[in-house]
C-alpha cells in the first residue's frame, strides 16, 4: 500500500508561473512532512518542511499548504522560474510500529519553460 | 557540520561482480538509510541502520546487504550484479530522535555492463 500519494507526475509550466504539486498520506501517525528537490545526477536536497499543527509555511517562493482533515499536502512554487526545473518529492515521517519511518511520494519532474 | 558524504561517486562494475559503497552520516546521526534510484523512478527503499542494527528493509533481494559500524558509517554491498542494478545508490542520514528529516549524500553512480 502506497504510503503517500504524489501528482501530477511531471509539470510543464511558465517562467513567472506558479507550479503546485499535490500529495497525500493515509496514516494519521505521520508527523512532520518535507518536501525535497533534486536536480539530475544529484541526491535529494531538503527544501522546506511542515508539522500538522500548521496550516500553511512559507519560505521565499515556495510555500506549503497542508490540510489535516483531508490528509492532503501540497508544494506551490510562485513566480517559477527555469531554475527551479527539477524533481519534487514530498514526504511523509512518523513512529509507525515503535520506529520512526519515512515514506516518499513518487516525485514530479518540474519543466519552467523559459 | 558536514553533509553525508558516500564513496565512491562513480563506479563501473560488469555483470557478476560485486561492489561496496560507502555512507558517512553526518556528525551526531544514528540512523543512516539507503535507497535507490533509477532513471524516472522514485526512491525505492533499501534499508535502514540504527545504532548498528538493521531497522527497516524494503523489498530487495538477498544480494544487497548493509552493515554500520560503531561510528555510524555504513557501507552497503550488492553481490552478483546485474544489469538492472545499475542505477543512482542515495544515502541519507538523521538523528533518530523523532519528528524530522533525513538528509540525503550525493549519491552513487552504478553502472552495471
Known amino acids: 500500500q502506497q504510503q503517500v500519494k504524489q501528482s501530477p507526475q511531471s509539470l510543464i509550466v511558465q517562467k513567472g508561473g506558479i507550479s503546485i504539486i499535490n500529495c497525500a498520506y493515509e496514516n494519521t501517525a505521520f508527523d512532520y512532512f518535507p518536501w525535497y528537490q533534486q536536480f539530475p545526477g544529484k541526491g535529494p536536497a531538503l527544501l522546506i518542511a511542515?508539522?500538522?499543527?500548521?496550516s500553511e509555511k512559507k519560505e521565499g517562493r515556495f510555500t506549503i499548504s497542508f490540510n489535516k482533515s483531508a490528509k492532503q499536502f501540497s508544494l506551490h512554487i510562485m513566480d517559477s522560474q527555469p531554475g527551479d526545473s527539477a524533481t519534487y518529492f514530498c514526504?511523509?515521517?512518523?513512529?509507525?510500529?515503535?520506529?520512526?519511518?519515512?515514506?516518499f511520494g513518487s516525485g514530479t519532474k518540474l519543466n519552467v519553460k523559459p | 557540520k558536514a553533509g553525508v558524504t558516500q564513496t565512491p561517486r562513480y563506479l563501473i562494475k560488469t555483470r557478476g561482480q560485486q561492489v561496496t559503497l560507502s555512507c558517512s552520516p553526518i556528525?551526531?546521526?544514528?540512523?543512516v538509510s539507503w535507497y535507490q534510484q533509477t532513471p524516472g523512478q522514485g526512491l525505492q527503499f533499501l534499508f535502514e541502520y540504527f545504532s548498528e542494527t538493521q531497522r527497516n528493509k524494503g523489498n530487495f533481494p538477498g544480494r544487497f546487504s548493509g552493515r554500520q559500524f560503531s561510528n555510524s558509517r555504513s557501507e552497503m554491498n550488492v553481490s552478483t550484479l546485474e544489469l538492472g542494478d545499475s542505477a543512482l545508490y542515495l544515502c541519507?542520514?538523521?538523528?533518530?530522535?523523532?519528528?524530522?528529516?533525513?538528509?540525503f549524500g550525493p549519491g552513487t553512480r552504478l553502472l552495471v555492463l
Open positions: 511542515i508539522r500538522p499543527d500548521v
Open positions: 541519507a542520514s538523521y538523528q533518530g530522535g523523532g519528528r524530522e528529516t533525513q538528509y
Open positions: 556528525s551526531g546521526h544514528r540512523s
Open positions: 514526504a511523509a515521517t512518523g513512529v509507525v510500529y515503535n520506529f520512526n519511518k519515512f515514506y
